[in-house]
């Protein structure tokens, strides 16, 4: 999927990546987290005006995927196929804005791009082969010290490593040590939150020993990139998913412009990553940058677990909550928002179904959509023949246009920072301030007023004063949580009669109540 065409400027340009997944299962409500994350920073971007490309993608070529295809009795590529379907389904499903995909065994872009990173690092000198013997977690895809484990056991999974022994060819890590200290000590790498980059120092200054970047390929079963030069080995996945960062771009290609435009020309290259993967992209992935030439991410934000029901998700305990039924029962929107809202963006939080149903009755239906309906019945009753538009409508108020902009600025502050649940905090506080204020100002008595003997021009005034506050606020709020529920966002736009947040040509007569923003569970 090549990504759209754009008048391109260095200047306010941002390449965003999520990790990319292994698809030896379906995706669960944790990487949906993350995903979540990335499409709001996203949207964040571009509605500052900075050009972005958001990346995504599948990690295929893992022994994992090919241990999950012998479990299931089918060929490994059958496996990868239909999952990585899968993942490619949440674009639609949870309202995605990514620019691109890339399936690490299928796309010939990314072979090229591993190919070529290879061979830079080979020809710094930072590749060479030999025998190795160590202890193996197929999950982690990584192999750990006895030092490493947890009675025996890997941290991650809980399970034994395997002892593995083998010829591999190896990457000179312990050459960046110096190199990879100074890039987080001048903030060249930044690192969110500060928690990960104080673990990220210690590791580094806990010594650095090289790793293995190939395995063999009998014990690959023959499915993987070929190491070049050597078909008795395949690249280790590590350096071959780590290199999908840049042969999305279509790094290694002479007829591709994107990697100069996206990587070395671009003022931030932002990784959104799991907790559980930091020590890859922050120490791995640019000692491997470093070795090849090549420009280091600027950033990377660290996200936590997702447990579900106070349980860790995991294969064995068969709880993985899949995404799909919970989107089809309520909405993306109403996943996105427990995700944001009620997961703090860099600490470990829960799914509970039950507090999903209640987040989306009380807080999504009860709040926001109650106060979009109440309002905008209001307008169509009482405003029906006020034709003006809505610039005009509220240049009647006072001061309220220049507390709209000063919230929308502290939205955007909180999702520079990402500050997920803060930003959506703040707007639910709103949404109540604005449900306080119908409840004080009563607008269907002004409307009786209005239409009485007395106090009629007075009370009209009123009338207008307040729908007009009210709407104002309605359409901030829509403004405001485009990046985070976009599907919501447009919803209020359209029964406002509205393109766009950018759109105040929209007329007062045209407001139409419709459906529920949330309808009733059933």
Not at 178 to 187: A, D, H, M, Q, V
Not at 196 to 203: D, H, I
Not at 294 to 304: E, K, S, Y
Request: proline letters at 4%; charged letters at 25%.
């Amino acid at each position: 999927m090549p990504s759209k065409q754009i008048n391109f400027s260095a200047r306010s340009a941002r390449y965003l990546t999520t990790a990319i997944p292994y698809v030896n299962a379906s995706p669960h409500i944790g990487f949906v987290l993350e995903l979540v994350q990335a499409d709001t920073l996203a949207r964040h971007y571009r509605q500052k005006g900075d050009q972005v490309r958001f990346q995504a993608g599948t990690d295929e070529n893992s022994l994992k995927n090919v241990q999950a295809a012998d479990a299931a009795g089918i060929p490994t590529a059958e496996l990868v196929s239909r999952n990585a379907a899968k993942f490619v389904q949440l674009k639609s499903k949870l309202n995605l804005s990514y620019d691109d995909f890339i399936r690490t065994s299928a796309d010939a872009r990314h072979s090229r791009g591993v190919e070529n990173l290879w061979a830079r690092c080979f020809s710094s000198g930072d590749i060479y082969k030999r025998p190795y013997s160590g202890l193996y977690c197929t999950g982690c895809e990584q192999f750990y010290k006895p030092e490493d484990l947890d009675d025996g056991k890997c941290q991650e999974h809980g399970v034994e490593p395997s002892l593995v022994e083998e010829e591999n060819w190896f990457f000179r890590l312990s050459r960046y040590k110096e190199g990879l200290r100074e890039l987080y000590k001048s903030n060249t790498i930044n690192i969110i939150p500060q928690s990960r980059k104080n673990e990220v120092l210690s590791w580094i200054d806990s010594g650095l020993d090289d790793f293995s970047i190939s395995r063999s390929v009998i014990r690959a079963r023959n499915w993987g990139i070929p190491v070049p030069g050597d078909p008795s080995q395949v690249i280790y996945v590590w350096f071959d998913a780590l290199g999908s960062y840049l042969s999305a771009l279509g790094f290694g290609s002479e007829t591709s412009s994107e990697f100069e435009k996206w990587w070395p020309r671009a003022i931030a290259r932002e990784h959104v990553i799991g907790k559980g993967i930091t020590r890859f992209h922050a120490i791995y992935w640019p000692a491997i940058l470093l070795s090849a030439g090549i420009a280091p991410p600027t950033r990377l934000f660290v996200h936590g677990y997702v447990t579900a029901e106070g349980r860790k998700i995991g294969k064995s305990t068969g709880n993985a909550v899949d995404p799909i039924p919970l989107i089809d029962e309520l909405g993306s929107d109403a996943v996105r928002y427990y995700l944001l809202r009620h997961i703090r963006a860099t600490g470990d939080g829960d799914f509970s179904h039950e507090r999903f149903a209640r987040s989306y009755d009380s807080e999504l239906a009860g709040q926001l959509g109650n106060l979009v309906h109440r309002v905008l019945s209001m307008t169509k009753l009482y405003l029906e023949s006020e034709d003006r538009n809505f610039s005009e409508f509220i240049s009647i108020l006072d001061g309220e246009t220049s507390q709209a902009d000063e919230f929308c600025k502290k939205i955007a502050e909180h999702l520079d920072c990402y500050a997920f649940d803060q930003a959506l905090d703040a707007v639910w506080s709103y949404v109540a301030s604005c449900n306080r204020y119908v409840h004080e100002e009563e607008p269907w008595n002004l409307a009786k007023l209005s239409h009485a003997n007395t106090e009629t021009e007075s009370s009209r005034i009123k009338l207008n004063s307040v729908l007009a506050t009210l709407l104002l606020r309605i359409f901030t709020i829509a403004k405001c949580i485009a990046p985070m529920l976009p599907g919501v966002s447009q919803k209020i736009f359209r029964k406002l009669g509205a393109a766009d947040e950018n759109d105040d040509t929209w007329r007062i007569s045209g407001v139409e109540v419709g459906p529920p923003l949330f309808p009733k569970r059933i």
